[in-house]
């Protein structure tokens, strides 16, 4: 069984660029997470995706947004980067079936460094 | 909206020691619980959670956690702290959908 994993591991962009952010979802998980860790803080809840679809959101701007595919991977797309985006993105697969939604698994992260 | 407290940023406990990391939480209805650890630079690794039953949660590593409705609290324990176990610590809540809102982390450290 492969679990959760993320590219790139590093990513350094400058203020105003675009990044690009991948995730592979735990075998048989339908679901994917995303979460915003800066440097000494815990994670905060960016979106869910379900489906292909965006399944619920965090207080995050429209310049961070994201894709499911129909493998269940997943993109994490941040424009017009600014200082305080740099963080650990973390990814993090379940599986849905009905209402509920199982334990989340986490991957090792994307550190990314907005210079 | 959802919430959760860790009141203890930093805790240090000599090897062999009983250890109790404390976790507040806010929610509306029936909370899903869990404590995820993380080693520096890595991602997070689940130790255990409470969906629903026992209120009394074993999880891997020797870990352990009580959910007490009546203090909205879901502490960690564990007997005997060893070395390995210096990390950051992280307790959750999950609503329906299981996006989850996290604490602040506690770091906890080991002396020898």
């Known amino acids: 069984e492969t679990g959760v994993t993320q590219s790139p591991t590093h990513l350094i962009k400058t203020r105003g660029q675009q990044v690009t952010l991948r995730c592979s979802s735990q075998?048989?998980?339908?679901?994917v997470s995303w979460y915003q860790q800066a440097l000494g803080q815990g994670p905060q809840f960016i979106f869910q995706?379900?489906?292909?679809?965006?399944?619920g959101r965090g207080n995050f701007p429209p310049r961070f947004s994201g894709l499911q595919f129909p493998n269940y991977s997943s993109e994490l797309n941040v424009n017009a980067l600014e200082l305080d985006d740099s963080a650990l993105y973390l990814c993090?697969?379940?599986?849905?079936?009905?209402?509920?939604?199982?334990?989340?698994?986490f991957g090792p992260g994307t550190r990314l460094t907005v210079l | 909206a959802q919430s959760v407290t860790q009141p203890d940023i930093h805790i240090t406990v000599s090897e062999g020691a009983s250890l109790e990391l404390r976790c507040n939480y806010s929610?509306?209805?029936?909370?899903?619980l869990f404590w995820y650890v993380q080693s520096p630079g890595q991602g997070l690794q689940l130790l255990l959670k409470y969906f629903s039953g026992d209120t009394l949660v074993q999880g891997i590593k020797g870990f352990e956690a009580e959910f007490k409705r009546s203090q909205s609290s879901f502490n960690l324990r564990k007997p005997s702290v060893h070395w390995s176990d210096a990390a950051e610590y992280f307790c959750?809540?999950?609503?329906?959908?299981?996006?989850?809102?996290f604490g602040g982390g506690t770091r906890l450290m080991v002396k020898p």
């Open positions: 995706y379900y489906r292909e679809e965006e399944n």
């Open positions: 075998s048989g998980h339908n679901t």
């Open positions: 993090a697969s379940s599986l849905t079936s009905g209402i509920s939604t199982d334990t989340q698994y």
């Open positions: 959750a809540v999950g609503n329906a959908g299981n996006m989850l809102t």
């Open positions: 929610y509306g209805a029936t909370p899903y």
